[in-house]
Nanobody
C-alpha cells in the first residue's frame, strides 16, 4: 500500500486548508486511515482518523475537534482533512497513516506506532 499526501501550504490564522491522502495498492475494506502531525521540536501527535469496519466512525484529537473534519471518497481511496479556523499552533508536517484490517482497537487508534503504512507528509504553515 502506498499513501500519497497532498494539499499543504501557507495560510493565515483563521483561514482554511484541505489536505488529501490517496491510497493505492492492496487496500482493504476494513481500515483506519487519517492524519498525524509533527511540529518542529515536538513529538508526533494524533489529529484525526476514519475507522471503517462495516460502518464508519470518526475520531478527533481534542485540539482540532470542531475545527477539522475528516472525510473520505471511497471511489478514489482518498481521505480528506478539511481544516478550518486554523491557528499558528496547527503548523506542522501532516502525515497520512493507515491500518488495514480489524485488529486496531479504539483505545489504540491515537497511537502512531500501530499503523502499518505512512505517507511522505505535507507541510501546513499557519501565519499569525
Amino acid at each position: 500500500v502506498q499513501l500519497q499526501a497532498s494539499g499543504g501550504g501557507v495560510v493565515q490564522a483563521g483561514g482554511s486548508l484541505r489536505i488529501s491522502c490517496a491510497a493505492s495498492g492492496r487496500t482493504g475494506s476494513s481500515y483506519v486511515m487519517g492524519w498525524f502531525r509533527q511540529a518542529p521540536g515536538k513529538e508526533r501527535e494524533f489529529v484525526a482518523v476514519i475507522r471503517k469496519r462495516g460502518g464508519e466512525t470518526y475520531h478527533y484529537a481534542d485540539s482540532v475537534r470542531g475545527r477539522f473534519t475528516i472525510s473520505r471518497n471511497s471511489a478514489h481511496n482518498t481521505v480528506y482533512l478539511q481544516m478550518n479556523s486554523l491557528k499558528p499552533e496547527d503548523t506542522a508536517v501532516y502525515y497520512c497513516a493507515a491500518y488495514y484490517g480489524t485488529g486496531l482497537i479504539s483505545s489504540s487508534i491515537s497511537r502512531g506506532e500501530n499503523y502499518n503504512y505512512w505517507g511522505q507528509g505535507t507541510q501546513v504553515t499557519v501565519s499569525s
